[in-house]
């Protein structure tokens, strides 16, 4: 729970001992315990000042002076559960603001609350006498009537020293939820619920008489008779009723280290929500810490995940490429090698004359006379430049149908 302290008391405090001393008191590092008494003109100890008391030199404390408004100072619990350094961080930098102690400003007639306490007093109370709101405009609200009259003090508190850590209250379609510059919290307040084992009443005593009386008949009558227990009036084994101890609780958010920092505060044997106001706005600020800092690491892995989807594409569309271009080449030097061995051909066919006698041979050369011209036209730059750019390779739309082709 929150410590409490006038300006007085802490300044005295922190001239009795070292502040790194003081700081592991409150489990707190002593550059924000500096920070705190900066915040409030508390005077703190120079540099050497102890080391000149322990030498038993004459030393004076620093008066406190005045300020226009003094104000309480509130040192907020701390919460060792989680080992995380940036929440660790944000968690000493709330205490810091949550120093200054609760603000109670117009929040006192916010909306949202008047309407909560609007709908929980027309509620009716179910059997185990709590009365249940929710819905955009008013808090998720499971409590007695008599804690609903608590909430009337609690809640404005609340939004007060929730205002210090900069969230406010704001309407949202599964109910209302705090908001800061960077996230939203979803809160909901729950009472508990006492179970003592229940005691007869004169008038269900009399209903199973009653009903056994009705039974001993039909046997005396018949007493063949068989007689079911169904309708036998049935006496409950406990009764429910609420506790008066009432809890708050935030959403859940779990970090990479699945440590999930402090999300519900209750009454318990000694402390209150009200006095944990402090606390509870702390533990706010930590929470949305934590789910900004999840949100970003989910969104780190969705980028890393998309980069290296996209390199894989790229590599893939790149390969497609280069077999598209490969097969082209090896097509060109099929074309080249056929283009070679029709020439030798026809050297050999001719040899040392210039046209052969042979009528049919004479016919076949002029045949591949004109065959070779056609292959060597096709291998012409020319005519390569129009059979790329038919197929679209080698320039900029060597990957022309690589979707379709990675479905087919």
Not at 136 to 154: H, K, Q, Y
Not at 162 to 167: E, I, L, P, Y
Request: with cysteine; proline share 4%; charged share 30%.
């Amino acid at each position: 729970m929150a410590r409490r302290f006038t300006r007085q008391a802490f300044h005295d405090l922190v001239w009795t001992r070292p502040m790194v001393q003081l700081a592991k008191d409150f489990a707190i590092s002593d550059v924000a315990l500096h920070k705190i008494c900066r915040k409030h003109a508390i005077p703190t100890p120079p540099v050497g000042w102890w080391a000149k008391q322990a030498a038993g030199k004459a030393v004076k404390r620093t008066p406190l002076s005045k300020v226009k408004n003094e104000a309480e100072i509130v040192i907020a619990s701390a919460d060792l559960t989680s080992t995380d350094a940036a929440l660790a961080e944000a968690r000493e930098k709330a205490r810091i603001l949550a120093s200054s102690g609760e603000v109670r400003s117009a929040a006192a007639m916010h909306p949202v609350i008047r309407g909560t306490l609007a709908a929980l007093r027309k509620a009716k109370p179910s059997d185990q006498g709590l009365v249940s709101v929710e819905g955009a405009e008013v808090i998720r609200c499971t409590v007695s009537l008599a804690a609903a009259d608590r909430l009337a003090d609690f809640l404005p508190k609340l939004l007060g020293a929730a205002a210090v850590q900069g969230f406010e209250i704001e309407i949202a379609d599964k109910g209302a939820r705090f908001r800061s510059a960077e996230e939203t919290i979803t809160v909901s307040i729950i009472e508990t619920i006492d179970r003592t084992p229940h005691t007869p009443t004169e008038a269900e005593l009399a209903k199973v008489a009653a009903w056994e009386k009705k039974r001993d008949a039909a046997r005396r009558r018949d007493s063949w008779s068989f007689v079911l227990n169904y309708d036998r009036p049935k006496i409950p084994e406990w009764d429910y009723v609420p506790s008066g101890k009432i809890g708050l609780e935030f959403e859940q958010v779990w970090t990479r280290t699945r440590a999930a920092p402090r999300r519900a505060f209750r009454d318990g044997k000694t402390q209150t929500l009200e006095a944990m106001v402090s606390d509870i706005a702390v533990g706010l600020a930590v929470l949305a810490a934590a789910k900004t800092q999840v949100r970003l690491e989910q969104d780190a892995r969705q980028r890393a995940w998309q980069t290296e989807q996209d390199r894989r594409e790229q590599a893939a569309r790149l390969a497609y490429i280069e077999d598209r271009r490969a097969k082209a080449l090896d097509a060109i030097l099929v074309d080249m090698e056929s283009v070679d061995r029709l020439r030798r051909l026809i050297g050999v066919l001719r040899g040392e004359q210039a046209e052969p006698t042979e009528p049919r041979v004479a016919t076949f050369l002029a045949w591949a006379d004109a065959t070779l011209a056609a292959r060597m036209a096709r291998l012409s730059p020319t005519a390569l430049e129009a059979q790329f750019d038919d197929s679209r390779l080698f320039g900029g739309d060597d990957d022309r149908d690589y979707g379709r082709h990675r479905w087919s």
